[in-house]
């Protein structure tokens, strides 16, 4: 990769949750599926049907492929809604409701696509947790937007090298 290439903003998350674990995915093309991605394969393929439509009050529109020229960034936002002329996405999980840092710098960072393409500020998105049904609120504050931009500079620093940094190199016990 060289440095003008797009990231893909789901290696952000993996990158937040573990350095290791992204470059593992991302750089040395290693994956193996086990029940829980298969699970959330199968929550995403449902909220990946194309499509565009009302819930309530609220327009939806499915799979969207987002872009950044600004950072760098390309992916795919599970669901964009508007209300009250505000558009926000909403990013789909396998799993229960909870503070995962990691899930929220996904969010920004399509909240940093969103407000390049269309032009206005987003205040805020979206976690649907699969397993809960539970929807939590994003807050797209000036904190997190810093820590989701320092993510993108070192994740495309990790895919310019192709290598880790022996200090990120090490498996936490979570991989």
């Given at each position: 990769?060289n440095?003008?290439?797009?990231i893909?903003?789901?290696?952000?998350?993996?990158?937040?949750?573990?350095?290791?674990r992204?470059?593992?995915?991302?750089?040395?093309?290693?994956f193996?599926?086990?029940?829980?991605?298969?699970d959330?394969?199968?929550?995403h393929?449902?909220?990946?049907?194309?499509g565009?439509?009302?819930?309530e009050e609220?327009w939806?529109?499915?799979a969207v492929?987002l872009?950044?020229?600004?950072y760098?960034?390309?992916?795919?936002?599970?669901?964009?809604?508007?209300?009250?002329?505000?558009l926000?996405?909403?990013?789909?999980k396998?799993?229960?409701?909870?503070?995962f840092?990691?899930d929220?710098?996904?969010?920004?960072?399509?909240?940093?696509?969103l407000?390049?393409?269309?032009?206005?500020?987003?205040?805020?998105?979206?976690?649907?947790?699969?397993?809960?049904?539970?929807?939590q609120?994003?807050e797209?504050?000036?904190?997190?937007?810093?820590?989701?931009?320092?993510?993108?500079?070192?994740?495309?620093d990790l895919?310019?090298?192709?290598?880790?940094d022996?200090?990120?190199?090490?498996p936490t016990?979570t991989?």
């Amino acid at each position: 990769m060289n440095s003008t290439d797009y990231i893909p903003i789901a290696a952000l998350n993996q990158y937040a949750y573990c350095p290791h674990r992204c470059w593992r995915m991302f750089c040395a093309g290693e994956f193996l599926d086990n029940q829980y991605t298969i699970d959330g394969t199968s929550l995403h393929d449902r909220v990946h049907t194309l499509g565009t439509g009302y819930r309530e009050e609220t327009w939806q529109v499915r799979a969207v492929w987002l872009r950044s020229e600004r950072y760098g960034l390309i992916g795919k936002s599970d669901l964009v809604e508007e209300s009250d002329g505000q558009l926000y996405p909403v990013e789909y999980k396998r799993g229960r409701r909870g503070e995962f840092e990691n899930d929220e710098l996904q969010v920004c960072a399509q909240v940093l696509c969103l407000e390049e393409m269309i032009g206005e500020p987003i205040p805020h998105g979206f976690i649907y947790y699969g397993q809960s049904h539970q929807r939590q609120q994003v807050e797209i504050t000036s904190a997190l937007r810093k820590t989701t931009i320092s993510v993108i500079e070192a994740v495309r620093d990790l895919f310019v090298m192709g290598r880790l940094d022996w200090d990120l190199a090490q498996p936490t016990e979570t991989t």
